[in-house]
């Protein structure tokens, strides 16, 4: 089983914008989305 330092719950801006900062930061990261793509509707 994978393991994350962050798991973020939504692709929408501001879940697209934690993930990457998160990543900035060195940590590792999954989000989940349920729609095909990032950055909301």
Same mark, same amino acid.
């Given at each position: 089983? +994978?393991? &994350?330092?962050?798991?973020?719950?939504?692709?929408?801006?501001?879940? &697209?914008?934690? +993930?990457?900062? +998160?990543?900035?930061?060195?940590?590792?990261? +999954?989000?989940? #989305?349920?729609? #095909?793509?990032?950055?909301?509707?």
């Amino acid at each position: 089983m +994978a393991q &994350y330092d962050v798991v973020i719950i939504g692709g929408g801006p501001a879940g &697209y914008n934690g +993930a990457i900062r +998160a990543g900035q930061l060195g940590l590792s990261v +999954a989000v989940v #989305e349920k729609r #095909e793509t990032l950055g909301g509707t």
